[in-house]
Each structure stands twice: as C-alpha cells, then as structure tokens.
C-alpha cells in the first residue's frame, strides 16, 4: 500500500489525476499485491506543484522532478525496486511528454520500519498488514 509523492514545477505534467492514479496502479502491479481493495484503495500517490523558483540544483536548473516512493519494509526486492524505478520514471516522461525528463527525473525508495504503517487509526506492522489482506481474500471469496 504505498504512498507515491511527486514533486515537480507547476505545469510539468498537464493531466496530474492521471498521473497520480497511473503511477498508483504501476507500484501495485509491481509489487505483484492482490487486486482487493484494501491494496486499491490505500495505494495512492500526490502529485505535488511548486512554483517554479521552489526548486533548484546548485546552477538554478528548476527543471527536475522528484518522486518518493514509501512501502512498507521489504516490500520491494532488488528486482522490483530497479522495476519501479524504470516504470516510474517511464510514467513522468510520458505524462510530461518530455523525454528530456529522463534524466531530471530521481525515484527515492523509502520504508516504513516494521510498526510505523499506520492505516484505520493503528501503527501496523508487516504482519498486521498481511493478516489484514488474507482476511480480506478470504470474505470475497465467501
């Protein structure tokens, strides 16, 4: 269930929404997580727009995004965490139709330690989580 924050200048991506809710469906699909809603309805991503002069590298070059990606812990093995990375930044380009964008574009992977998942009011763990999932299954398969 992760959370997916990009920050780029305003008007960098024409269609935030559909951004946002590509790059949602991408990271779950990557992380191979069952189609349920507990997974569709907590994997959501926040297209962030800055004023143009809120970002800069050491030469004032604002022309860049960030993406931070925040999964629970061991959510993404090696293979996934350089799918992600590649899917994501495809996704940027693409929304941005910008293929410059390339190479201004960083995917930061981030996880939440075992307990500090917090979801319905509670600090989950892994195993919190997993339980919740196979109950989910579970009831839809009654």
């Not at 996880?111 to 989910?136: F, I, K, M, Q, Y």
Request: negative net charge; hydrophobic residues 45%; aromatic residues 4%.
């Amino acid at each position: 269930m992760p959370m997916i924050d990009v920050y780029a200048a305003a008007g960098t991506f024409p269609d935030t929404h559909q951004l946002a809710r590509d790059l949602a469906a991408e990271v779950m699909a990557v992380e191979q997580v069952p189609d349920i809603p507990m997974f569709r309805k907590n994997t959501s991503a926040f297209v962030h727009e800055l004023p143009s002069g809120c970002l800069a590298n050491v030469d004032g070059d604002s022309t860049y995004v960030r993406v931070q990606v925040l999964t629970n812990a061991g959510a993404l093995d090696r293979d996934k965490q350089i799918a992600v990375v590649r899917r994501l930044t495809d996704l940027i380009v693409d929304a941005a139709d910008d293929s410059q964008l390339r190479e201004r574009t960083w995917v930061l992977l981030t996880e939440a330690p075992d307990g500090g998942w917090g979801l319905t009011g509670h600090a989950h763990t892994n195993d919190d989580l997993v339980s919740a999932a196979r109950a989910e299954i579970a009831k839809l398969s009654d």
